[in-house]
């Protein structure tokens, strides 16, 4: 589905508009199931709407929290997806959200993907709110052009909703969702910032290219609802 494009001057504007939108599928999943699951991401980008969704007045003890990836280092370590989201949104009042982690103490994610697995099994899908990021070779979650696992975390009909991937790009193991994990999201949202940025998703989303080359486009595509945008300089 072709992706709705939303432009904001700054990223302090990105992250207030992209907080209350999110935060208004969360309400609704609470009004109208009695629960909501949001799925985030890591990375530098996601920091300014972490910390301001987390002051949104929310629902928040019938809200279960998850990642989109998870690198596989321990949860203090710099680089844990785990510890930016309790540096930022697993705060206050938002503190009092469910959270699964993807990470185990476990020395491969192998070791835990079964576990990791069953405990998303039982999360009601399909989440309320699926937010990514994307990089620069076109990766979003942890799926990575040339990954070890790509082609069967890409299968539009595959059964699995977390598989370890490892990849050149990524410094260390992943454990990502799948692509259809995060397609049959309520609502997907992807946030970039930057022009670099905005002309890689732009070429991806235009070219044929196999989705080896452009996993973002090809998760985009694959969205059940319209696909948002977020984008600023
Ligand atoms: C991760 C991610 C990843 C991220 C992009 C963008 O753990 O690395 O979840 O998919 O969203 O790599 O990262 P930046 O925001 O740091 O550019």
Sequence with gaps: MQPLWHEYAGPWALAEA??????????????????????????????RFLETLARETLPWTQTTITLADERWVPPDHARSNERLLRETLLRGA?????????????????DSIA??????????????????????????????PGADNLAEAMQADGTQRVLPMR??????????????????????????EGAQKRSVLEQALSATAPFTQAPVAEVLRGARTQPHIF???
């Design 18 to 47: 992209q907080a209350a939108a999110v935060a208004e599928n969360l309400r609704r999943g609470v009004i109208e199931r009695g629960a909501a699951t949001l799925v985030v991401s890591g990375g530098n980008t996601p920091r």
């Design 167 to 192: 990849a050149p790009a990524a410094e260390e193991p992943r454990v990502t969702l799948t692509l259809a994990a995060l397609t049959q999201a309520r609502a997907m949202y992807l946030h970039i």
């Design 115 to 144: 576990r990791i697995a069953a405990d998303l099994a039982a999360l009601p899908l399909p989440f309320d709110a699926v937010v990514l990021g994307m990089g620069t070779d076109g990766h979003c979650a942890s799926l990575f």
């Design 231 to 233: 984008h600023c300089p």
């Design 94 to 110: 938002a503190s009092a959200a469910r959270f699964v982690p993807l990470y185990r103490a476990a020395p491969t994610p192998e």
